[in-house]
């Protein structure tokens, strides 16, 4: 079988239903895109056909139920070819009505340039960026394995599915992939399987212009099966190909299907010119005319919508199926099925400070009573899982439980070595799965390797959690390669990512409370290296609703307020000291959550005094100066830090109580 027969008689296509269902994906794509005048048109009528067969023949889902939990994942790496998953997700029955489709790419749409989750019924991740797809896959296949350790238990099977992923060359271009592919290999994610559109053209011209690599003795190197298909039309080849992936269940596998982008159409086929601009009206009618296609635009022919009721009784069947096993499960295994709700992640229970324990005196680092918090939520909360990128122990990120390894996925501690972007990418397919509570840490300063992937779990409201330790130039002789000072800052300009940098350990475990509450997107804790002073509890339940708190309180009315975050909250206390000493009355506010302080502060429900306020933050001012009115004033840094002991470099860079306490004096005008 080589594919769709052209030359056909007209409003058909020849050959098998199959054959005319590849022809009908091609056209509704093409269509789409030409609808919108905008779009990426080549890889759909490249990778109809694997598509078709994937999704006909050998994918377990069900359009009636998309979010049926035992269904299998499916993944768009390649994100600008959304019209193909568009009208594949149209002709298999899912709620997207052929005006979704003449819609695409149209504001207020289920069908925009690139999947969002959330916003098309079947679209399991936001793809676009490219890399992140394959990286989502990868924490997805994990939580099915993770899952499957823990509730299939007693003879009973309700974790039991496959993630499928396909990528284009430049997902294998970007390093993410490298990242998430070897650890994939490594863990032997045997249900996971990645198809390759290997068609040798990026928008630029032929891949092998900038890339000649040998892909499948890469994916071998990282422990995976390798499979091909010669002829990306050969639907045979393709099942046969699928069918033996799915054998294999001890390893991950990789099949590269040699297709031609921009198929059927000669004045573009094989060439960048079908990457990224529609077809044009010209080229889609001698295209019609070629595959003797109706002229009408979207056109499903009634054979194809008979062949898919078919299938859609079958899926519905298997999904009834599981449902009658799920209903035992949950009655065999009530507690497991309290934990792990299969179709959405766990809420958490509250984490409430001990009074007893976090009274005010002694000092600890930040990073430290993260640990012990940590250590609390994880004895409560069975569904809470993450790891590091190789800095466990200097992050307190190991929640025992056992670790995460091959053929062993019941532990709960997931060792992702040196590979922060494929890390964060792979706790947001964990977070989409559903069932688990991810969570992930490094050094503040090694954010910028995985931002990309915690924007997109800001976009797609992902409830993760990133630890971030070692928050400031405090971290000393290591030098300013590993000194934040921005990345702070640059954190908080995210949309929809809660960034709490608590000043004690009091703060860090409500930090960690309210992280775990928060199921509405994800949350970046920020801590630190060093001894902190315990200021205790007090005024605590005012830093949860409204994100700062009174630390220190003169009698009387303040002359002035230093309001710091983190470890600079000790610092505005030393040079309120100072201060007092001179006969100044200082007020010292911990301001944990800016954003929150901000929106308190806008509404009224938080008050400053009428006093002049220094805002202290061992980072730039850009943030704290839209906070500062005009007669206050900001310290803060503005260059890259230095090698020598923390509190040298601190010192060295402005950061002392005594100049906290120069620029109150020089605001007060005393």
Same mark, same amino acid.
């Given at each position: ?60 889902? !069900? ?6 939990? +035992?269904?299998?994942?499916?993944? @768009? ?16 029955? %899912? ?30 991740? &936001? ?74 053209? &990026? ?38 190909? %699928?069918?033996?992936?799915?054998? !294999? ?18 004045? $573009? ?33 009634? +054979? ?38 299969? !179709? ?100 503040? $300063? ?18 993760? $959690? ?11 002789? +290591? ?19 809660? /960034? ?22 994800? &949350? ?28 220190? +309180? ?6 002035? /307020? ?16 100072? @201060? ?82 120069? &620029? ?7």
């Amino acid at each position: 079988m080589t594919g769709v027969t052209e030359h056909a008689a007209p409003g058909a296509a020849a050959g098998t239903v199959d054959e005319l269902a590849v022809t009908t994906l091609r056209f509704l794509a093409a269509d789409a895109v030409q609808a919108a005048n905008s779009g990426h048109p080549g890889m759909p009528l490249g990778t109809a056909p694997a598509a078709w067969v994937l999704w006909s023949r050998h994918l377990r889902h !069900d359009p009636a139920d998309p979010g049926w939990p +035992d269904r299998d994942r499916f993944v @768009l790496s390649a994100g600008h070819g959304s019209a193909l998953l568009y009208a594949l997700l149209h002709v298999t029955g %899912y709620d997207l009505p052929a005006d979704e489709l003449r819609r695409f790419r149209r504001l207020g749409s289920r069908t925009p340039g690139h999947p969002e989750h959330g916003v098309t019924p079947g679209v399991e991740t &936001t793809t676009g960026p490219l890399g992140q797809g394959i990286a989502n896959a990868v924490g997805m296949a994990l939580a099915e394995r993770m899952l499957a350790a823990r509730c299939n238990t007693g003879g009973h099977r309700v974790v039991d599915h496959r993630t499928w992923a396909l990528v284009g060359d430049g997902c294998l271009m970007e390093g993410i992939s490298h990242e998430a592919a070897s650890l994939a290999g490594r863990l032997g994610l045997g249900k996971l399987t990645v198809i390759f559109d290997d068609n040798d053209v &990026t928008i630029d011209g032929p891949a092998r212009r900038t890339c000649a690599d040998d892909v499948e003795a890469r994916f071998r190197a990282y422990g995976w099966r390798t499979l091909r298909v010669e002829d990306g039309t050969d639907l045979d080849a393709l099942d046969h190909a %699928y069918a033996d992936a799915a054998a !294999d269940d001890e390893r991950p596998t990789f099949i590269a299907v040699r297709t031609t982008i921009g198929h059927g159409v000669p004045e $573009v086929a094989g060439t960048p010119k079908a990457h990224g601009s529609p077809l044009g009206e010209a080229a889609l009618a001698a295209m019609r005319r070629r595959f003797s296609w109706p002229s009408e635009p979207f056109h499903v022919p009634a +054979d194809v919508r008979a062949a898919v009721a078919a299938r859609r009784r079958r899926w519905a069947a298997e999904r009834s199926e599981w449902e009658r096993a799920h209903a035992r499960w949950r009655a065999d295994q009530p507690r497991l099925a309290a934990e792990f709700p299969l !179709d959405r992640v766990p809420a958490p229970p509250r984490l409430a400070p001990p009074a007893d324990r976090l009274g005010a005196g002694g000092a600890i680092a930040t990073r430290k009573a993260s640990a012990a918090a940590l250590t609390a939520l994880a004895d409560a909360y069975p569904a809470l899982v993450g790891g590091s990128a190789d800095l466990a122990s200097s992050t307190g990120t190991a929640i025992g439980g056992g670790d995460v390894a091959p053929g062993a996925f019941g532990g709960r501690t997931i060792h992702f070595g040196v590979r922060e972007h494929a890390m964060a990418a792979a706790l947001n397919g964990i977070a989409l799965h559903g069932g688990l509570r991810p969570f992930g840490s490094t050094f503040l $300063v090694f954010s910028d390797y995985l931002r990309p992937a915690l924007r997109l779990a800001a976009l797609m409201r992902l409830p993760v $959690v990133h630890v971030f330790t070692h928050d400031s130039v405090h971290v000393g002789e +290591d030098g300013p390669t590993h000194q934040p000072v921005e990345h702070v800052e640059s954190l908080r300009l995210i949309p929809g990512l809660t /960034v709490l940098r608590p000043a004690d350990a009091a703060e860090t475990r409500l930090a960690w409370e309210l992280a775990a509450a928060n199921l509405d997107g994800p &949350t970046a804790l920020v801590l630190s290296r060093q001894d902190l002073p315990v200021l205790g509890s007090e005024n605590l339940d005012e830093a949860r609703r409204h994100g700062a708190r009174t630390v220190t +309180d003169p009698p009387g009315a303040p002359d002035v /307020v230093l309001a710091a975050s983190g470890s600079e909250v000790a610092l505005a206390r030393e040079a309120a000291a100072l @201060l007092a000493d001179r006969g100044i009355a200082a007020r010292v506010v911990s301001v944990m959550w800016r954003e929150r302080f901000e929106e308190a502060l806008t509404t009224g429900a938080f008050r400053l005094p009428d006093a002049p306020v220094v805002w202290v933050e061992a980072g730039v001012r850009t943030g704290w100066r839209a906070v500062a009115g005009p007669l206050d004033a900001v310290v803060g840094i503005e260059r890259f830090g230095e090698s020598g002991t923390g509190p040298e470099v601190a010192a060295h860079l402005g950061l002392s109580a005594e100049a906290v306490a120069r &620029t109150a004096v020089r605001v007060l005008g005393s």
